[in-house]
């Protein structure tokens, strides 16, 4: 990757030097937290995916994993298997890290069958199996990152007690964890007060906004596209400065740029990229206009055999929905949000299907109780179809908790034990107390996103 005219290379060039100079150092630290922004989540996840192939710069061997914190008595495991899983399927492909005679001879089916095992105590499973790894790395003397970047996280509380009790039992030598927390937030400060010699803190005062502007206006100025990513940066920034009037002048141009082309998918997704920035000023009647007319455009597209429009869609009705939502028209949302779903259903998008009908049931619930019956009950059907690890960061565990409390409510036994049977190997033995945890922590300010 050349630095030299990429800014979002430049800020993981940085990222790849405050590591080199302030963590590689520390021999006995154990866990080292980056303390970032939420919006650079994904700037951090590019520079664990480079870390990860021989171009890395960082002098340890990272192992990523980015499995979705559910509870502390499981994570240990999910981790485990997932490593257990990657490892097994890197021996069976070429890769650069096996050209460059970096990638370790490592007994992995060993570990598979100690996790697998009844009783096993998979946080003491996990230490051993980063110490065994560190063992057979090419070079003894490398030390092994395991970098945790959760998709989620249903407990941050949990989640810092799950590496307190990691640091208690003992990192090995050479191993050291990797790992995320919000910088306003700081949740895990108390931990890293506590151990400060087997702990550090970094931060980077990025200015990923810059970097993504002139990325975006990088090309050719007269391309519709990138005339059409000022507009959208623009806007951005009118929203952040709370100004109405620089919205409507840059939506509009947006507009009128993507008309020019002929294009009408490109046309039809300017009126999304509007609709969806005039949603910060509750400027309802606009967005009602906006989405009808590029909803007509997208269906038509459809009409004339353009596939391309499916997902422009299904993403308009999930705005219109969400526009009844917020004018107080609850049920007329929930019939948009049961459209959505059918339609990506059609349109082969199955976990937007399973979001867009658990929705609609929930809005169903209170004065359609019908009507969100045979939704929930044609979710749960549904979602069982469909593979598992798509449903891994899917709403599927709230679908099949309701479901199960549905039936149960009818005293349906033997349906129950099926749902139960299922929801286990998706979710784990204690699925019920994890999601309903879920359900108690769903206010936005209170879960804890980092992608």
Known sequence: MSTEHNPI??????????????????????????????????????????????????????????????????????????????????????????????????????????????????NKLLLEMLSSFQNALPDKETRLALALMPYTISAVGDYGRWMENLLKLGIPDKVLCMVFDYEEEQHFDDLFRKQPKQTKSLYLNLDLDGAINKLAKSGDPNSPEVQLKECIIEMSNAVKTNSLDRLHKWGKKGLEITQRTGNKAFYASAHLLYAGMLFQFSQFEEIEQLLKRGLAMSMQLLKNGDDASKPLIVQFYSYRAACCQHKKQMLEAADLFAKQGDLAMEFKMGIQALTAWWQAYTLYKKKEEEKCINLMTKAYAFGISLQAEELKTSCMSYIGFDYFQYCENLKQQEKCKEIDTFMKGLEGENWKTTVAAYKKDMQPKKRFVII
């Open 9 to 122: 290379a430049q800020l993981i060039s940085q990222i790849q030097q405050k590591w080199n100079d302030e963590a590689s150092p520390e021999k006995e630290c154990r866990l080292v937290r980056w303390l970032i922004k939420p919006d650079q989540a994904r700037l951090y996840e590019g520079f664990l995916r480079l870390e990860s192939t021989a171009n890395g710069s960082i002098p340890e061997m990272l192992i990523v994993l980015l499995c979705p914190f559910k509870d502390p008595h499981t994570f240990s495991k999910t981790l485990a298997e997932q490593w257990i899983k990657d490892y097994l399927a890197e021996t069976k492909s070429n890769n650069t890290l096996k050209e460059a005679g970096l990638f370790p001879q490592w007994d992995a089916q060993h570990y598979q069958r100690l996790s697998e095992k009844t009783g096993t105590d998979h």
